[in-house]
């Protein structure tokens, strides 16, 4: 008896979860996690399309490793026993300084795709940025989400189009845009090469085969209605459009003789925020800030398009001492824990920007997923403020953190 009395104090179980989704998400504790039941779930066309990048892949793992190469110099006997996370983003107040990216074809990795991410995003109270590739459209978007919404934007040739883009969004409560101007061309990804994978997805017998052994996908998708771009398919393109005939009016539409002209176009025709996503350098980050752009995403688009661009960890310091008294600063890329994102705060960016890694939640778990995801990075941003003996996001600097030294 007295061995059972033992046990009763000295032991708890774990709880049972009935619901397979939660099963899947007790079992993760951070992006990596997530990212292997992904793997598992969806057919591997489908995650590699998630999961890869441009030509090698070395500038995607550049960008995680990047927040490796910094390390903290903690502070003790601070009193953290109230840490506030809270910080501003373009004038408005966010849970902590994260802002939900924008990634195209959403719905591959579940049937909800972007509806599932924008009520998540609402939940935490981050910014949600709806890509104009998106499998949802600006309307439906708003009619699940009054939280922050961003859209992103491609500098098109079609300018109709994009007028009538940026005048819906404006009547349904979006309240930036974010250009992205890393995309005169395509990137090269070998892995959709290899997969035959494209956009809108072609079914081969691999595919199906693929997809007999993750029958949960399977069901998902097929009980869906029909992917499609929901925000090409407007009233100046034709909403009946077909799937296979907006790609290829997608893919003739990115502009190689894009220029810093085209912003002062979106000036003219957006009176909201503007962001520019893809800055890649000190003097582009510079030219960004005369122009008089809000705020600009140092990004490389998640190392899908130029392989061997830089980390973006390592840009946020010198860009923040050429304009960060000018221009708000986000972060893009190799986001994996909340203590990367004290890392790129405490260098100098106003918030950062994850987009894979909310993918990788969708394809294991739903929104259930996303919201796992985005309250662990939460969680993992106070904890290392606290540990780092910061009281609050406002007091991070450069004191904090330094350059690992690899010798």
Known sequence: MSFLRNLRTTIKF???????????????????DLRKIARKRLPKGVFDYID?????????????SGFKRIAFRPRILRDVSNIETKTTLLGKTIDFPLVLAPTGFGRIAHSQG?????????????PYTLSTLG??????????SKGRKWFQVYVWKDRELL??????????????????????????????????????PKIGIDTLLSGMIRPGWVWDFLRAE???????????????KSPIYLSEYINGQFDPSLSWSDVEWFQKHWKGPIILKGIQTVADAQLAAKAGVDAIALSNHGGRQLDYSPAMVDLVAPVADAVGDQVEIICDGGIRHGSDIVKAVALGARACM?????????????????????????RGFGDTLALTGTKKTSDLNRDIVHLRDHR
């Open 226 to 240: 029909p992917i499609t771009f929901a925000n090409v398919g407007g009233s100046h393109q034709g909403g009946d």
């Open 14 to 32: 774990r709880e049972v979860h009935l619901n397979p989704t939660q099963r899947r998400l007790a079992r993760a504790a951070n992006v990596e």
């Open 354 to 378: 994850l987009g894979r890694p909310y993918l990788y939640a969708l394809g294991a778990g739903g929104e259930a997923g996303v919201d796992f995801l985005l309250e662990t990075l939460r």
């Open 163 to 200: 007028k009538e883009m940026l005048q819906r969004a404006s009547v349904h409560g979006f309240e930036a845009i974010m250009i992205t101007v890393d995309t005169p061309i395509l990137g090269r990804r070998e892995r959709d090469i290899r997969n035959g994978f494209t956009l809108p």
């Open 135 to 144: 499998t949802r459209s600006i309307e439906e978007v708003s009619a699940v």
């Open 114 to 126: 972007e509806l599932a991410v924008a009520r998540s995003a609402d939940r935490a109270n981050l």
């Open 52 to 64: 890869g990048a441009a030509d090698t892949e070395w500038t995607m793992r550049e960008n995680s």
